[in-house]
């Protein structure tokens, strides 16, 4: 009975100490974002000089973002539609491909499914500047062989996007579709459907959670990269994106603080709106496939 009355002491502050630590955790992982918010509504001197106090004037954030509007260095219209363009492409092109290999290795039990599986995971822990130079000389070399650029173009950074891409989402498209009985499959299959049938009609849309987790996770990595778009379209590229039209504010001499901080906070804010929105998904899409 003693030990039962002190596990119940115990219980309120052991809960305490975790939510302490959660606090902790919170007001670590936000400082760095409240401080992009409070140093976007000032000059790049107030910035330099006294970036941990609040803004005197507020209204240096409309000014801000106005002078973003209208700089030909950055085009914002036109890297946001770029940045668009990009990711949803992107996104649209990895999911389904990336759908269907992983319905195709979990149905096909072979062993060259396996192997093919175990070629996918490899992508995971290949660190990306590992292949960066073999990329760009890739692309080189396809274009002397097709006659078709793959450099500062649209087709060029989307196809990369699927290339790394796809083994997360194959590992993750996997896991799910191991749950999903076959008789469904085999009854749609018996009623007259054909394979592609069976996974558009079928498949595809039991796969919605997995579909909205994997739509967070590329998108933020997308939307926000900088090292793959600048490899493949360079600062000046007609097609440059977002990240790729912020960095221009930085000057080899001179970094205009307050209007990079402004742009990011910009560039960041359709992302942390997606997030938002869909954040009840992507626990239940990453758990979704765990227990079979």
Same mark, same amino acid.
């Given at each position: 009975?003693?030990?039962?009355?002190?596990?119940?002491? =115990?219980?309120?502050?052991?809960?305490?100490?975790?939510?302490?630590?959660?606090?902790?955790? $919170?007001?670590?992982?936000?400082?760095?974002?409240?401080?992009?918010?409070?140093?976007?509504?000032?000059?790049? +001197?107030?910035?330099?000089?006294?970036?941990?106090?609040? @803004?005197?004037?507020? %209204?240096?954030?409309?000014?801000?973002?106005?002078?973003?509007? +209208?700089?030909?260095?950055?085009?914002?219209?036109?890297?946001?539609?770029?940045?668009?363009?990009?990711?949803?492409? =992107?996104?649209?092109?990895?999911?389904?491909?990336?759908?269907?290999?992983?319905?195709?290795?979990?149905? +096909?039990?072979?062993?060259?499914?396996?192997?093919?599986?175990?070629?996918?995971?490899?992508?995971?822990?290949?660190?990306?500047?590992?292949?960066?130079?073999?990329?760009?000389? /890739?692309?080189?070399?396809?274009?002397?062989?097709?006659?078709?650029?793959?450099?500062?173009?649209? &087709?060029?950074?989307?196809?990369?996007?699927?290339?790394?891409?796809? @083994?997360?989402?194959?590992? /993750?498209? &996997?896991?799910?579709?191991? =749950?999903?009985?076959?008789?469904?499959?085999?009854?749609?299959?018996?009623?007259?459907?054909?394979?592609?049938?069976?996974?558009?009609?079928?498949?595809?849309?039991?796969?919605?959670?997995?579909?909205?987790? $994997? /739509?967070? /996770?590329?998108?933020?990595?997308?939307?926000?990269?900088?090292?793959?778009?600048?490899?493949?379209?360079?600062?000046? %590229?007609?097609?440059?994106?977002?990240?790729?039209?912020?960095?221009?504010?930085?000057?080899?001499?001179?970094?205009?603080? %307050?209007?990079?901080?402004?742009?990011?906070?910009?560039?960041?804010? @359709?992302?942390?709106?997606?997030?938002?929105?869909?954040?009840? &998904?992507?626990?239940?899409?990453?758990?979704?496939?765990?227990?079979?």
């Amino acid at each position: 009975m003693e030990k039962i009355a002190k596990r119940r002491k =115990s219980i309120p502050i052991m809960v305490i100490i975790l939510e302490v630590l959660a606090v902790a955790l $919170l007001l670590i992982f936000f400082f760095p974002f409240a401080m992009v918010i409070i140093n976007s509504a000032k000059t790049g +001197t107030e910035v330099v000089l006294t970036p941990l106090q609040f @803004p005197n004037n507020w %209204g240096t954030f409309v000014r801000n973002v106005n002078e973003i509007l +209208t700089r030909d260095n950055i085009d914002y219209f036109r890297s946001f539609a770029n940045s668009i363009i990009i990711t949803v492409t =992107s996104l649209l092109t990895i999911r389904i491909f990336s759908a269907m290999a992983a319905w195709v290795l979990v149905r +096909t039990k072979t062993k060259y499914s396996f192997a093919i599986f175990m070629f996918f995971l490899a992508g995971m822990v290949i660190p990306f500047q590992v292949v960066m130079l073999p990329l760009v000389r /890739l692309l080189q070399d396809l274009r002397s062989l097709t006659g078709i650029p793959f450099r500062d173009t649209f &087709h060029g950074v989307i196809l990369a996007y699927m290339g790394f891409g796809a @083994p997360l989402s194959v590992f /993750l498209f &996997h896991g799910f579709i191991k =749950s999903i009985p076959i008789d469904i499959e085999e009854a749609a299959i018996i009623d007259g459907c054909s394979k592609p049938q069976v996974f558009f009609r079928i498949v595809l849309p039991v796969l919605k959670p997995i579909f909205v987790t $994997l /739509l967070v /996770l590329n998108g933020m990595w997308i939307w926000n990269d900088y090292l793959l778009p600048v490899l493949i379209i360079g600062l000046g %590229g007609a097609t440059k994106t977002l990240p790729l039209a912020v960095a221009n504010l930085a000057g080899f001499y001179d970094k205009e603080w %307050g209007l990079i901080l402004t742009s990011v906070l910009m560039a960041a804010a @359709p992302v942390l709106i997606l997030f938002l929105f869909a954040q009840k &998904h992507i626990i239940k899409g990453m758990t979704s496939g765990a227990v079979k």
